[in-house]
């Protein structure tokens, strides 16, 4: 397994910080944030690019998907939910990422709480080196 989902999540922690300070951004799905804007950043799949395998099944590649989850509150909530999905899509677009779906989800909590889900997918070699999917 070709594994860089902690440097897929630091990347994206870094760039919502820097730009909203107060976000909290988690490494799983956590159902009850305590605070907003809340960030959830998973990896959903990681797969052997069974193309780039050897003759001996030595993984050379991996086909890796993230979902991310930004949940938002309080009177610019829709605002601020795509200004933090687009920080997102240009750090993972820069990394060679595509972009699977970027979509407002109804949240079942109720209209106080607007919330974007983001899939993304490429293909990483054991080198960490990433490419487009």
């Known amino acids: 397994m070709i594994d860089i989902e902690q440097e897929i999540f630091k990347r994206i922690r870094t760039a919502v910080v820097a730009v909203y300070t107060g976000a909290v951004v988690y490494g799983e ?18 797969n052997t690019y069974t193309a780039g395998q050897t ?21 610019t909530k829709k605002e601020t939910c795509k200004s933090i999905a687009k920080i997102i899509d240009g750090v993972l677009l820069d990394l060679k990422f595509s972009r699977g779906m970027l979509n407002k989800i109804s949240n079942e909590e ?24």
């Open 29 to 46: 799905y956590v159902s009850n944030p305590t605070s907003f804007p809340a960030i959830m950043v998973q990896e959903i799949a990681n």
């Open 55 to 75: 003759t001996n099944k030595m993984e050379n590649y991996g086909v890796v998907a993230y979902q991310i989850d930004i949940f938002t509150n309080g009177g």
């Open 110 to 133: 109720g209209v106080d709480i607007y919330h974007i889900v983001g899939r993304y997918d490429a293909i990483v070699d054991e080198a960490y080196r990433i490419y487009a999917s």
